[in-house]
Nanobody
Framework: QVQLVESGGGLVQPGGSLGLSCTIS????????RGWYRQRPGRQRELVAR???????DYADSVKGRFTISEDTAANTVHLQMNSLEPEDTAVYFC????????WGQGTQVTVSS
């Protein structure tokens, strides 16, 4: 059974940093596309950053240079380090894994506000 469990998130001031983690169980994630999406208020869910099944990274233009995706393959965990956060980054962040179907974590709230 595939499960994605997220941790991290919370409230941070503009310009601050936060880290998210996603621990995946049930398979070796590094063979599949895995990463992070977010859903901002009133908007559709969108890609933030991911590893492709080939191991390349892919970032949304809005987060390039500020966010970094990384992983611990031994721990089967994917991380998202978010720096220079802006109010527009406020969203629910979801861990994602793509097999023949999509798997999602439960979501974690990130709020950027002074």
């Amino acid at each position: 059974q595939v499960q994605l469990v997220e941790s991290g998130g919370g409230l941070v001031q503009p310009g601050g940093s936060l880290g998210l983690s996603c621990t995946i169980s049930g398979l070796k994630a590094r063979f599949f596309s895995r990463g992070w999406y977010r859903q901002r208020p009133g908007r559709q869910r969108e890609l933030v950053a991911r590893f492709t099944s080939g191991g390349a990274t892919d970032y949304a233009d809005s987060v390039k240079g500020r966010f970094t995706i990384s992983e611990d393959t031994a721990a089967n965990t994917v991380h998202l380090q978010m720096n220079s956060l802006e109010p527009e980054d406020t969203a629910v962040y979801f861990c994602h894994l793509r097999l023949a179907v999509d798997y999602w974590g439960q979501g974690t709230q990130v709020t950027v506000s002074s």
